[in-house]
């Protein structure tokens, strides 16, 4: 265990720390054009690239660093990369594979950089703050079929899969994150394939381990993930990675995620983080939850000993993490099983 896990660690048994907001919903609100997104390096690019948040690390750095910031105003111990699409996989939907690496360092250095200004100017205490390079669930599965009439096809295999993410902690690494965040899982195969990936990494490179935090996404009512995994069955199946936490984040608002967290709050070997939705999206796709609303919702949780993290996914904003900050300052942190502690 690295001083970093250590740090972690003992800071998630002392209280809970918050995660931050949604990045995507913080981008939409500066109103970006293709311009913004091509910047000067991408003027002449053969396709349209706006929607490509990832890119903007490298054409508009100024816009996330100050997002970080005001997340981390805001009471974020955890910042997340701006890297939810980054790896080749994702990217070839722009043609942009080869800025993988590039990006991946960049949003891992912005998120850095953020964390030294805030806590240079505010005196806040910089080892109680953490950069996580987010890894998301990319845009191909390795358990479903894209072709309904074809239920056997896949779209892509398990080493490209793994061979992507592999480039993806790479440049999160050499780009300075604290933790790695395999995040909004509704495909455990690709989850395998990103824990597989990080295990490879640092056993080639001799480096030492990061730890990792890994967050699925129940899709709906029935308690499983898109996949068909039981809440259960997802913890069994990736506790193989030794997570720091595992969690729940995306599709779900805080009300409908209540019992999915209660249950895992009852079968999770290790520390449980929860950044649920702002509500769920109205007919215009908006999110309508106020803060007050969520932080309600889920200092719940937190009174009821079930969580170590919290924070917020689509729809949530600074104040959303403001509020849900100052509702859970004082509860005590879900304690670790005994088996756990063993």
Same mark, same amino acid.
């Given at each position: 265990?690295?001083?970093?896990?250590?740090?972690?660690?003992?800071?998630?048994?002392?209280?809970?720390?918050?995660?931050?907001?949604?990045?995507?919903?913080?981008?939409? /609100?500066?109103?970006?054009?293709?311009?913004?997104?091509?910047?000067? /390096?991408? /003027?002449?690019?053969?396709?349209?690239?706006?929607?490509?948040?990832?890119?903007?690390?490298?054409?508009?750095?100024?816009?996330?660093?100050?997002?970080?910031?005001?997340?981390?105003?805001?009471?974020?111990?955890?910042?997340?990369?701006?890297?939810?699409?980054?790896?080749?996989?994702?990217?070839?939907?722009?043609?942009?594979?080869?800025?993988?690496?590039?990006?991946?360092?960049?949003?891992?250095?912005?998120?850095?950089?953020?964390?030294?200004?805030?806590?240079?100017?505010?005196?806040?205490?910089?080892?109680?703050?953490?950069?996580?390079?987010?890894?998301?669930?990319?845009?191909?599965?390795?358990?479903?079929?894209?072709?309904?009439?074809?239920?056997?096809?896949?779209?892509?295999?398990?080493?490209?899969?793994?061979?992507?993410?592999?480039?993806?902690?790479?440049?999160?690494?050499?780009?300075?994150?604290?933790?790695?965040?395999?995040?909004?899982?509704?495909?455990?195969?690709?989850?395998?394939?990103?824990?597989?990936?990080?295990?490879?990494?640092?056993?080639?490179?001799?480096?030492?381990k990061l730890p990792v935090?890994?967050?699925?996404?129940?899709?709906?009512?029935?308690?499983?993930?898109?996949?068909?995994?039981?809440?259960?069955?997802?913890?069994?199946?990736?506790?193989?990675?030794?997570?720091?936490?595992?969690?729940?984040?995306?599709?779900?608002?805080?009300?409908?995620?209540?019992?999915?967290?209660?249950?895992?709050?009852?079968?999770?070997?290790?520390?449980?983080?929860?950044?649920?939705?702002?509500?769920?999206?109205?007919?215009?796709?908006?999110?309508?939850?106020?803060?007050?609303?969520?932080?309600?919702?889920?200092?719940?949780?937190?009174?009821?000993?079930?969580?170590?993290?919290?924070?917020?996914c689509c729809g949530t904003?600074?104040p959303h993490i403001a509020?849900?900050?100052?509702?859970?300052?004082?509860?005590?942190? /879900?304690?670790?099983?005994?088996?756990?502690?063993?």
């Open positions: 265990m690295n001083m970093t896990e250590k740090r972690l660690r003992d800071l998630l048994q002392q209280r809970i720390l918050i995660i931050d907001g949604a990045m995507g919903t913080m981008i939409q /609100r500066y109103k970006l054009e293709e311009a913004d997104y091509r910047g000067e /390096r991408f /003027r002449d690019w053969h396709m349209d690239i706006k929607g490509n948040n990832d890119l903007l690390c490298l054409t508009r750095p100024d816009v996330i660093r100050a997002i970080h910031k005001e997340y981390l105003a805001a009471g974020a111990n955890i910042l997340e990369t701006n890297t939810f699409n980054a790896q080749q996989v994702s990217m070839a939907d722009y043609d942009m594979q080869s800025l993988s690496y590039e990006i991946n360092v960049a949003a891992a250095k912005l998120a850095r950089e953020a964390i030294e200004e805030y806590c240079a100017e505010t005196g806040a205490d910089i080892t109680e703050r953490f950069v996580a390079g987010a890894i998301g669930p990319m845009n191909k599965t390795l358990s479903l079929s894209p072709d309904v009439n074809n239920p056997g096809y896949r779209a892509i295999t398990f080493d490209e899969v793994a061979d992507a993410y592999y480039e993806q902690i790479k440049g999160l690494v050499d780009g300075g994150a604290d933790i790695l965040l395999i995040e909004t899982i509704f495909d455990t195969l690709n989850a395998k394939a990103a824990i597989y990936a990080v295990n490879k990494y640092f056993r080639d490179t001799k480096k030492e935090m890994i967050s699925g996404t129940i899709t709906d009512a029935s308690g499983r993930t898109l996949s068909g995994q039981t809440l259960e069955a997802f913890v069994i199946s990736v506790m193989h990675a030794n997570p720091v936490s595992i969690g729940l984040n995306c599709a779900l608002g805080a009300s409908e995620m209540r019992p999915h967290v209660e249950e895992l709050a009852q079968i999770a070997p290790c520390f449980v983080s929860a950044y649920p939705n702002a509500g769920l999206p109205n007919a215009m796709g908006e999110y309508d939850e106020t803060p007050e609303q969520t932080a309600a919702i889920v200092a719940e949780w937190a009174r009821e000993g079930w969580v170590n993290v919290l924070g917020g904003t600074p509020a849900i900050a100052a509702a859970v300052k004082n509860c005590t942190p /879900r304690q670790l099983p005994e088996m756990a502690m063993a």
